[in-house]
């Protein structure tokens, strides 16, 4: 079947399916809302009209979805290549995300119903026909996908996108879920003074809470606990693990916990008077914290196991951990300086500007507030794993400073000041020559360019200090590395300084193999100048595969094939 | 002491400079008492009306309005109320500043610059800054406010 056809059958496959399953839904419905809703006589020709369209679309989806998806069908029993190939893998699979979706939402509503005491006046018909009816189209093609088993890598691939977005949406759903029953529950706890009227915990808003964690926490375990278990050779998990649910988790416990920091300080200096109301907040910044801190440490530890399994990423996941935490500490501790900045800068301004009519005493405490709370969650991050990095740089050598992760932080953050500070220049070169050419250099050129000058002061020395850092990488070879090889060190101790001495030496990790005859009792102990040597040959080797021999007698380099 | 460890710590002495700075500033700022304009002019007039929305106080500030004309420009006390209930529960901060003023026999303009604080993300200026002009008329011997009766410069 030519290309051109096969993208035929399927998007016609596609489009019959939408019109059979729309049939379906509609028929559905209209079952429901003639049985549990009871339906008046006066509505009798709402139900004419939907039963005439409802069959309508079945008895002309039906068939023409047989004919296009049994053709597809057929098509696939006769050429087994047509099982992997990535259309049908992207047809299968996009139908599975949209009718999990639908099925999912859907079920949210009837949970919400069924927890308010099966009321008719709530029931939702519609709701009740899209989560059969996308139940149903999910299920069946899961299966078929299932079945034919994902051949090829593209099949594989896109398997796994469909298991990681349901998996990190269930879990999105199931953690909000939690934060606002929690919050729900702490605003409708009877210790807040001055409520004159004060509404049940057990309403709408909390059974659909309630529903989400149900609904989540079902499509979360379903699609991370079973699904995705095992696959640990996937990418898609690391971006799952570091992307997602760590940096996530990470940002989520942050945020709130910046916000219940501010908010206390905030009140300490005098701010938000009405004290009752003014904590509720600690109804969702709690849990949220809470929440937040489970996820990051739960599949930060899951990363790390299953990083031990895989030895090319014992180091790597650590490594990316560290440096994902540090870029978040840096980001809140360079916010938390400019705003800070701003309160020195902005007094300047107003000792010059003309007469301030307004000042409530809580403009300065608030700008006070926001930057210490972010400066006082900031500070300990970036130091600690920034001081993590540094030691890793210490231990590992060439291997750090070669690493890819180290680079993207590097030079990301340059990458981010230079742009920063060549926006913040513009504005203050431009304020100050338009202030000078139109003869109005007053004041006003100032306030246009205080954010500019905020920003410029702190992007200075974090571009100094990151530049630094790169200059030194740079300075040692960390971009001149040879191309990696497979290096394989025989030996009689596997402890050997020797093979940390070739970890920094190439900047990358060399295998050790222990020699299983007897060990002479003083081995020949190798000089610096006997490794380096020994390190110049591995690199200028023509071999991918390396051995290198360091047993009694005068070392040697040998390529080898496995 | 390798040069970037000096370099962290000449950093951190400077913030802990700008963080000390700061909080004088917060201190003696906080407790700075605002000149309290004439009353009975339009600069007056528009302090006493952006104290009253600062404290909350809605019936004070519509005092300060011009009741407007027009069957579409109806503007009662608890229509001009239930507008500002955006503007009650914001957590912001703000303050006022007059740049200038001028009086033409019964109709005045102040033009006035408000600044809005707003915690928020790290790569937006947490400052907002209005430029408002207040159109004002004098009715008898007070100054009322023509325009702009909301506030929307709050948000």
Known sequence: MSTVRHVFFYILALITLGILAAGVVNLLSLSFDTIISNFTLAKVGDIRGQLSLGIAMIIIGCPLWLLFWGTIQRQAGRSSDEYGSALRAFFLNFVIIVSAFSALFALDGLVVWLMGGLQPDEFSPSGAAIFITAGAIWYYHWQLSRAEGHPTAIAKTLWRWYVYILAAAGLVWLTSGIVQTVNAAFVALPIWQGDIVRSSFWNSGSRSSLSWILVGGVAWAFHWLYMARGDLNSSLRQVYFYLFAILGGAITGLVALTQTIYKVIYWSFGGGRDINAYYQFLGWSLPAILVAAFIWFYHLRMAEEEALQIKDRRLSARRVHYYLMAFLGIGALVSGLIVLLGIPLDAIVRSIRPETVIAGPEWWTNQLSWSLSLLVVSIPIWLYYWSRVINMVQAEGMLERAARSRRIYLFGIIGVAVVTLAADLVNVVYQILNGLLTANFGIDVLVNMKWSLQTVFIAVPVLLYHFSAVRKDLKLGSEKAAPRKNVMVLLYDKNSPALSFFDNKLGYKVRAAQYAGEAPDNPTQRSDEELERLADEINSSVASDVMVILLEGEARVLPYKD | ?155
């Open chain 2, 1 to 155: 002491m390798s040069s970037s460890s000096r370099f962290l710590l000449g950093f951190g002495i400077l913030i802990l400079a700008i963080v000390a700075i700061s909080v004088i500033i917060a201190v003696i700022g906080s407790n700075q008492p605002v000149k309290i304009l004439p009353e009975n002019s339009p600069e007056g007039t528009v302090q006493r009306f952006l104290t009253a929305v600062r404290d909350r106080d809605y019936t004070k500030a519509y005092d300060f309005l011009a009741p407007q004309a027009g069957t579409d420009k109806t503007n009662t006390l608890d229509q001009w109320v239930s507008s500002t209930q955006n503007s009650r529960n914001s957590t912001s901060s703000w303050t006022a500043s007059i740049v200038k003023s001028t009086v033409n026999d019964d109709n005045a303009s102040v033009d006035v610059v408000i600044e809005v604080f707003r915690p928020n993300g790290p790569l937006n200026d947490p400052v907002s800054s209005n430029n408002v002009t207040f159109l004002l008329q004098k009715a008898g011997d007070v100054w009322l406010i023509q325009q702009p009766i909301d506030l929307w410069w709050l948000y």
